[in-house]
């Protein structure tokens, strides 16, 4: 997606919307997702990229508990042994460290993981690649499908009949990026893609 990709209709949804935004800024809300998205970061950055040749189902389940693809899980240690039952260890490990590879392509590493590994689709593998690489990935999730067809960009939003490709996530990453520039046009700091999934979220009724 171009920089002056946005259509008009779009550019005016964003705005009609950006003041509710700068208010949810200034509160403890977003003080509070902000300090757990920078414990996230620290977590797939740092920690985990040690972790992923010993990984077993303690360490699977570590990784799924801060994750918003599955916060409705009560157990993860449960979730971690069927994810396990449906996949090899080896090739669990192998795919979540090409995932966590930085020097590979964004669209590379999601095609390659969406398509070896069971149980963890586009959810998960774009917020782990939103805190491992956060001024390039977004969180591809629900919320943001539904607000960014809210906003007049379906065609980013993944929804049609097809699986979507890690071409199409790139797409939904530049919608994103060019989300950030229109907002930070108006004043409103977007440091990262993150931000911009949690203005998409403040679309959709909150976060």
């Not at 020097?103 to 689709?121: I, W």
Request: hydrophobic share 40%.
């Amino acid at each position: 997606m171009t920089d002056d990709a946005l259509s008009p209709e779009a550019q005016v949804a964003i705005r009609g919307r950006a003041e509710l935004f700068r208010a949810y800024l200034g509160t403890a809300e977003f003080s509070s997702h902000i300090e757990e998205f920078e414990k996230r970061t620290e977590y797939f950055q740092r920690v985990l990229p040690s972790h992923v040749g010993v990984m077993g189902e303690k360490e699977l389940a570590a990784m799924l508990t801060p994750l918003w693809a599955y916060e409705r899980w009560p157990n993860k240690r449960v979730l971690a042994e069927r994810i396990l039952s449906a996949n090899t260890i080896e090739g669990l490990r192998r795919e979540i460290a090409k995932l966590l590879d930085v020097s590979r392509p964004v669209a590379e590493r999601y095609d390659s993981f969406v398509k070896n590994v069971k149980m963890l689709g586009p959810a998960f593998v774009s917020e782990v690649l939103c805190y491992r690489e956060p001024d390039k990935c977004g969180i591809w999730n629900g919320k943001a499908k539904e607000a960014l067809e809210t906003l007049g960009l379906q065609k980013y939003a993944g929804t049609g009949p097809q699986r979507p490709t890690g071409q199409d996530y790139e797409a939904f990453n530049g919608a994103l990026k060019t989300v950030a520039k229109e907002l930070s046009g108006m004043g409103l700091e977007v440091p990262d893609l993150y931000c911009v999934n949690l203005f998409l979220y403040t679309v959709e009724g909150g976060v």
